[in-house]
C-alpha cells in the first residue's frame, strides 16, 4: 500500500513539474506614476534554466540607423534618439534603457511634426518565431514608457525585425549584447 501511494506522489510530482516547465513566460507589468519614470518590475517564476547567461557590461548607445527621410534636417532629427538594449530573453526595461528612453522622449518632444518607428531587435540565438515576438515585445515595451511620458501614439510606430539584423560581429556575449536592442528610426 506505501509502494503505491508513494508511486503515486511520485508521478504526480513530476507531472507538476512537467507542466510548470511548460508554462508561459509573460510578465504583467505595473506602471508607476510618471513622477517616478520607472515601470515597476514585478518578479516572476521562471522555469530553471540548464545554463545561465553571463552578464556583460553594457555596450555604449549606439547612434541610430540611418532614416528614411532626407535631407539635412532628417540627419539632424536621427541623430538625437539612441538606441535601448535588454538582458537576455527579456522585454522589460532596465534603469538604464529607461534613462535614454527620456532622452529619447525630450528629443521628441522638442520635434513636435517628427513620427519615429521603433525597431525591435534581437540576437541570433532562439528560433525565428520566437525572435519575432521578442522583438516585438521590447519594442512595444518602449513604446508604451515614451506614451507614460507625454508621447502622443499616433507619432510611433513598431516592427520587429527578431534575429534579422543580427549584426555579423563576436559570438559571443559581447556581440550579443549589442543585438538585443530597440532602434528608434524617423519616419517623419
Known sequence: MKRGTLALLAALSMSALVAGGCASNETVKTEEPVKAAT?????????????????????????????????????AAAAAFESVYFDFDKSDLRQDARDVLNKN?????????????????????GSAEYNLALGERRAKSAMQYLI????????????SYGKEKATAGAKDESGWSKDRRDDFVVVK
Open 148 to 159: 507614460t511620458l507625454g508621447i502622443p501614439a499616433d507619432r510611433l510606430s513598431v516592427i
Open 39 to 75: 515601470v515597476a518590475e514585478q518578479p516572476k517564476a521562471e522555469a530553471p534554466k540548464a545554463v545561465e547567461q553571463p552578464k556583460a557590461e553594457e555596450p555604449k548607445a549606439e547612434q541610430p540607423k540611418a532614416m528614411e527621410g532626407t535631407g539635412a534636417k532628417a540627419s
Open 105 to 125: 522622449a525630450e528629443a521628441l518632444k522638442a520635434k513636435a511634426d517628427v513620427k519615429i518607428k521603433i525597431e525591435g531587435n534581437c540576437d541570433e540565438r
